[in-house]
C-alpha cells in the first residue's frame, strides 16, 4: 500500500486472530509494529511466529494507567506512533438473562473503555506530533442483533459512535475510521462455536464461508496508507454479504 513503508504501527490484541494478521500485514508492507496483549500464551506464541516484531507488550487495555505505560514502551521502541490499530475485545456467549453484572464489566471494560483508553492516549500524541490514523475494530453486530451476544453488540455499538465523534474532533491532524468484520474464524470463534455451529453460520453468509483474518488485515492495511488519505469517520463493514442479505442469504443456502 502507497505511503506505509517506514510507519510506526501500534496493534492492540495484536498476538491472536485479527490483531496477530494485521500485525503481518504491516510488517510485510514494511512498518515497525508495536503489539500489545495481556494473553501470556499468547505473547509467547507469537514472538515465535513474528519475529519481526520491534516489542510485545503485556498490558490490559481496560486499565488506563497501563495503557498509558504500554504505550511510553511503544514510543521508546519505535520514536512515534504513526498507526493504530484499536482492535483488542472479548465476547462471551451467553443468554441475555444470564449476564451477570461482573460479564457486563468485563466486555465493555475491554471492548468499549479499552478502545477509548487507547484511542485518547494514541489521539494525543498523534496531534502533538502533527499527523497520525486511528483505526477501530467493531463488528457487525453493533448494527444488527445476535442472540447471546448483548453485551458484546452493546460494546461494539459504542465503538461505531466513539469512532464518528472522534474523526469530527480530530480532523483533519487525525483520521479515524473503523471495521465492522462479520463473522471471522478466529481462535476466539473456534472456543465458542462447535463445527456444527460454524456450518450453520456459513450457509447464512451469501460468500459461503467466514472471513479469513488476512483478509481483514488488508482493509485495515489499505485504510491506513495514503490511498486511503480521503477516508475518515467511516465504518467498513467486511461481512461476506451476510448484513446485506439479512434472512434471504440463509434462504438462498438452503
Same mark, same amino acid.
Given at each position: 500500500?502507497?505511503?506505509?513503508?517506514?510507519?510506526n504501527?501500534?496493534?492492540?490484541?495484536?498476538?491472536?486472530?485479527?490483531?496477530?494478521?494485521?500485525?503481518?500485514?504491516?510488517?510485510?508492507?514494511g512498518c515497525?509494529?508495536?503489539?500489545?496483549?495481556?494473553?501470556?500464551?499468547?505473547?509467547?506464541?507469537?514472538?515465535?511466529?513474528?519475529?519481526?516484531?520491534?516489542?510485545?507488550?503485556?498490558?490490559?487495555?481496560?486499565?488506563m494507567?497501563?495503557?498509558?505505560?504500554?504505550?511510553?514502551?511503544?514510543?521508546?521502541c519505535?520514536?512515534?506512533?504513526?498507526?493504530?490499530?484499536?482492535?483488542?475485545?472479548?465476547?462471551?456467549r451467553?443468554?441475555?438473562l444470564?449476564?451477570?453484572?461482573e460479564?457486563?464489566?468485563?466486555?465493555?471494560?475491554?471492548?468499549?473503555?479499552?478502545?477509548?483508553?487507547?484511542?485518547?492516549?494514541?489521539?494525543?500524541?498523534?496531534?502533538?506530533?502533527?499527523?497520525?490514523?486511528? =483505526?477501530?475494530?467493531?463488528?457487525? @453486530?453493533?448494527? /444488527? *442483533?445476535?442472540?447471546?451476544?448483548? &453485551?458484546?453488540?452493546?460494546?461494539? !455499538? %459504542?465503538?461505531?459512535?466513539l469512532?464518528?465523534?472522534?474523526?469530527?474532533?480530530?480532523?483533519?491532524?487525525?483520521?479515524?475510521?473503523?471495521?465492522?468484520?462479520?463473522?471471522?474464524?478466529?481462535?476466539?470463534?473456534?472456543?465458542?462455536?462447535t463445527?456444527?455451529?460454524?456450518d450453520?453460520?456459513?450457509?447464512?453468509?451469501?460468500?459461503?464461508?467466514?472471513?479469513?483474518?488476512?483478509?481483514?488485515?488488508?482493509?485495515?492495511?489499505? =485504510?491506513?496508507?495514503?490511498?486511503? @488519505?480521503?477516508? /475518515? *469517520?467511516?465504518?467498513?463493514?467486511? &461481512?461476506?454479504?451476510?448484513?446485506? !442479505? %439479512?434472512?434471504?442469504?440463509?434462504?438462498?443456502?438452503?
Amino acid at each position: 500500500m502507497r505511503g506505509l513503508k517506514g510507519k510506526n504501527v501500534l496493534v492492540t490484541g495484536g498476538a491472536s486472530g485479527i490483531g496477530q494478521a494485521t500485525a503481518a500485514r504491516f510488517l510485510d508492507e514494511g512498518c515497525a509494529v508495536c503489539v500489545i496483549d495481556r494473553s501470556a500464551d499468547a505473547r509467547a506464541r507469537v514472538v515465535k511466529e513474528l519475529p519481526g516484531l520491534a516489542a510485545i507488550i503485556d498490558a490490559d487495555v481496560s486499565v488506563m494507567a497501563q495503557v498509558r505505560r504500554a504505550f511510553q514502551k511503544a514510543i521508546d521502541c519505535m520514536g512515534s506512533v504513526d498507526v493504530l490499530i484499536n482492535n483488542a475485545g472479548i465476547s462471551i456467549r451467553h443468554d441475555f438473562l444470564d449476564i451477570t453484572s461482573e460479564e457486563w464489566d468485563t466486555v465493555l471494560g475491554v471492548n468499549l473503555t479499552g478502545i477509548f483508553n487507547v484511542a485518547q492516549t494514541a489521539a494525543r500524541h498523534m496531534m502533538d506530533k502533527g499527523s497520525g490514523v486511528i =483505526l477501530n475494530t467493531a463488528s457487525t @453486530a453493533a448494527t /444488527t *442483533g445476535y442472540p447471546h451476544y448483548a &453485551d458484546y453488540s452493546a460494546s461494539k !455499538g %459504542g465503538v461505531v459512535a466513539l469512532t464518528q465523534a472522534m474523526a469530527l474532533e480530530l480532523a483533519p491532524i487525525v483520521r479515524v475510521n473503523a471495521i465492522s468484520p462479520g463473522y471471522v474464524l478466529t481462535p476466539m470463534q473456534r472456543a465458542e462455536y462447535t463445527d456444527e455451529m460454524l456450518d450453520a453460520v456459513n450457509r447464512k453468509i451469501p460468500m459461503g464461508r467466514h472471513a479469513k483474518p488476512e483478509e481483514i488485515a488488508a482493509l485495515f492495511a489499505f =485504510l491506513a496508507s495514503e490511498d486511503a @488519505a480521503f477516508a /475518515t *469517520g467511516q465504518v467498513y463493514v467486511m &461481512d461476506g454479504a451476510e448484513t446485506t !442479505g %439479512g434472512l434471504c442469504s440463509q434462504w438462498a443456502h438452503e
